[in-house]
């Protein structure tokens, strides 16, 4: 069963002893970090950005440093404080206050933090939009969260279907255009005129900072709700599982429409001033490994179906450029591969440290130490505070190499307090005192864990999670599609692929130029990365007679497997 173990390198880890630590440990010491501690009234944006700003040593180092093909720009910790103070101010003009849902809809650039960090100061709860989606998905996220205010670009506004958003009373639109009103605020002449002065609003651990939108194997996109509490966890994990220090230069590539990009894209570099570099425009194994070259990053964040890209692109690419700052490496979001950690110490020569987490539980839970040993296929151990098992679907627990639910004590910090407005959606998650992930997997003898994969039909493509559900519901709204059924298909550089079975209605025949709209259809009305890359046409769709659809069946069709238990299929 075991295969090569990785044995931890000598090094200076801020976590050297790992079983030590879960033994000694409460997260109370962590609170002691904060200034908070004492009065605990808190904000995310006062811990993250001014802190560090009011420190003479600190209120001029360079907190962002951005680049993309067409800007470069370097922002100060003491530069963010002010615009982001100037942003809060815009915000409390248009009357925005404690609770109210604000969100962003734009492309990764300097301005995204000072609009995030501007309205966390208001006590408003931020709710970034992933820059693809469409309009369909923004439609369902701004309708779900009434949002008062969107914060997007002349550009992308052209997705926002503003006729059925009652509640959306202003947009603030970042970028040249000629559209200001009554509604539409131009936000580079606000800015001008805003202060850079703000009382931040301070609030409790327990209310509202972020909502995240993700998806279910049911149902529309669940709004994941966070608080500003959570930043414990981000500070405590930035220390142990990132291993930052004062001088580190940190890539977190993910963008902050989701939560890796915001909890590690934003809030754990921040909580400890760490200089952090954002990206814009697209992949090529060249551009990011310029970025890692020109940035001398020395710790970076990834996600497997990137590494897989550049195991792809060679060890040519990465002799191309100097690498040598790079000192610490983690993946999180899809399975990483055993081969691609054994590339990584051959093109790298360092090792890749697989994280486990979810939008849900807002930071890291499962984990590979610097100071531990790595099993290639293993997401790792808990971290220090975190209770981690695999249980039976009652939540009893179940002995080592049992595959069952991966499921986590309840709670942590960083976990969600809710599902906007559907509470019993939430409830559902817990069962027995755990939360229950919706993962396989099983425990090692030794309490290393192995992802074996989704128990529901979500979809892990690139590691974008996507609903089968969404997609379905999109392809019917096709004139030509009767009935469709949206499967994850495994893919060996993707993770997995969407792949849709529809049948179509009468008077419509089977042609590629008919798939290809219906498959732009998709892309162009939710996103492209939930667009099928395979569209099957089939003479029906399985259903059982309560009229689900039978999507493990399909599955089981189109991988050749067997077909299971099917006495529930309609027929
Ligand atoms: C799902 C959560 C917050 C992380 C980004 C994704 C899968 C996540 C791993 C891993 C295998 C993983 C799980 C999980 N996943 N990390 N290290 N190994 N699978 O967040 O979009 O909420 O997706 O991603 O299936 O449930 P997300």
């Not at 908070?36 to 944006?45: D, I, L, Q, R, S």
């Not at 609030?203 to 939108?213: A, F, K, P, T």
């Not at 790792?380 to 004590?409: C, T």
């Amino acid at each position: 069963m075991d295969m090569q173990r990785i044995p931890a390198r000598e090094g200076n880890f801020n976590l050297q002893n790992y079983e030590k630590m879960r033994e000694t440990f409460s997260w109370d010491e962590i609170k002691k970090n904060f200034s908070w501690y004492e009065t605990g009234k808190v904000n995310m944006a006062y811990e993250a950005i001014d802190r560090h700003a009011e420190d003479p040593a600190k209120k001029d180092k360079t907190a962002l440093l951005y680049s993309s093909p067409d800007r470069e720009e370097k922002v100060t910790f003491d530069e963010l404080r002010q615009r982001s103070n100037q942003f809060a101010n815009v915000l409390k003009k248009y009357d925005v206050e404690k609770g109210d849902r604000v969100f962003l809809f734009l492309p990764r650039s300097p301005e995204f933090y000072a609009v995030f960090f501007g309205i966390l100061k208001t006590g408003a709860i931020a709710g970034p939009l992933f820059e693809a989606f469409m309009e369909q998905a923004v439609r369902e996220r701004l309708q779900d969260s009434e949002a008062s205010i969107l914060v997007t670009t002349p550009d992308l506004l052209e997705r926002v279907p503003q006729e059925e958003l009652p509640d959306l009373e202003k947009i603030i639109l970042v970028g040249e255009n000629n559209e200001v009103s009554d509604k539409y605020i131009d936000y580079a002449s606000e800015m001008k005129e805003a202060s850079t002065d703000f009382a931040i609003e301070w609030v409790d651990l327990e209310d509202g900072m972020l909502i995240h939108y993700t998806s279910g194997s049911t149902g529309k996109p669940k709004g994941v709700y966070h608080v500003h509490h959570a930043m414990i966890q981000h500070y405590a994990t930035a220390e142990w599982v990132l291993d930052l220090k004062q001088d580190d230069v940190y890539w977190c590539t993910a963008d902050p429409g989701w939560v890796t990009g915001t909890s590690y894209g934003i809030f754990a570099p921040w909580l400890h001033g760490v200089t952090n570099v954002v990206r814009g425009g697209r992949f090529s194994p060249d551009a990011w490994y310029g970025t890692i070259e020109q940035h001398n990053v020395t710790v970076w964040y990834t996600a497997p179906t990137a590494l897989r890209k550049l195991v792809s692109a060679g060890e040519e690419a990465v002799k191309r450029h100097d690498l040598s700052s790079l000192r610490h490496m983690l993946s999180v979001g899809e399975p990483l591969n055993p081969e691609v950690i054994t590339w990584g110490l051959k093109a790298f020569d360092l090792r890749i440290h697989d994280t486990w987490w979810m939008t849900e539980t807002g930071a890291q839970l499962i984990v590979n130490l610097p100071s531990e040993e790595i099993r290639p296929g293993s997401m790792g151990k808990p971290i220090p505070g975190i209770e981690a098992s695999i249980v039976d679907n009652e939540g009893n627990e179940v002995p080592p190499y049992q595959m069952g639910n991966l499921a986590i004590k309840a709670p942590w910090p960083a976990m969600m307090r809710s599902i906007w407005k559907r509470p019993e959606k939430y409830e559902s998650y817990f069962i027995n005192g755990w939360y229950v992930s919706g993962d396989s997997a099983y425990k090692d003898e030794d309490g290393y864990f192995w992802f074996q994969g989704r128990l529901d039909d979500v979809i892990n493509t690139s590691g974008e999670r996507v609903g089968p559900f969404e997609v379905e519901s999109k392809l019917i709204e096709h004139p030509a599609v009767a009935e469709a059924g949206v499967i994850g298909k495994p893919d060996p550089e993707r993770g997995e692929i969407v792949k849709a079975f529809i049948t179509l209605n009468d008077g419509y025949q089977n042609s590629d130029e008919l798939l290809e709209e219906i498959r732009q259809f998709v892309k162009t009305g939710l996103s492209a990365h939930a667009a099928p890359r395979e569209l099957e046409v089939k003479e029906g769709i399985p259903k059982t007679r309560s009229g689900k659809i039978m999507r493990r069946l399909l599955k089981s069709w189109e991988l050749g497997l067997p077909t299971g238990d099917t006495s529930t299929l309609e027929t």
